[in-house]
């Protein structure tokens, strides 16, 4: 993936809602650019430990809606934050039914290749137009198994 300036894509996206890109977010951006693998919210509170909790729910909200940060769901209602597909690089998730750990993966591009392929018959039948997608593999962790 070609290096991109994840502030100034995050400053652009929230511009484009009229948010301003604040300290706080700029914080939380920073905190799961650094991470190999997507943060619970506890993870995030953790990485900043200057913004309170309320701030880093609230600030994630906003970076979710404005397109900077996806939520990857975990076991039950709990779920985990990472920077969204553009400012990342597409890859996949191994995600722990017992624990709900998250790990990010990569696949080779022969499988990419291979699903998208295997599942155009059924997108276009439905009239569906795919421009992409997400691939959630769930199972238990080394600890949880």
């Known amino acids: 993936m070609t290096s991109i300036d994840v502030h100034a894509v995050a400053r652009q996206r929230l511009a484009a809602i009229d948010q ?3 300290r706080g977010r700029q914080q ?4 799961l650019h650094r991470s190999d693998h997507p943060l619970i919210a506890s993870e995030i509170v ?3 430990r200057d913004l309170p ?3 880093v729910y609230r600030n994630l909200a906003v970076l979710e809606s404005a397109g900077v940060v996806v939520k990857v769901l975990t076991n039950g209602d709990r779920a985990a934050f990472e920077l969204a597909e553009e400012l990342k690089g597409h890859h996949h998730h191994l995600v722990c039914v017992v624990c ?3 790990f990010d993966i990569d696949i080779p591009h022969k499988v990419e ?3 998208d392929e295997g599942l155009a018959p059924t997108v276009a039948a439905a009239g569906f137009v795919l421009t992409g997608h997400r691939l ?3 199972g238990r962790c080394a600890k949880c198994s």
């Open 46 to 48: 953790e990485a900043t």
């Open 113 to 115: 290749r291979l699903l």
């Open 100 to 102: 709900g750990d998250v």
């Open 28 to 31: 939380l951006v920073e905190a």
């Open 53 to 55: 909790q309320s701030t």
């Open 136 to 138: 959630d593999l769930l």
């Open 20 to 22: 301003r890109y604040s």
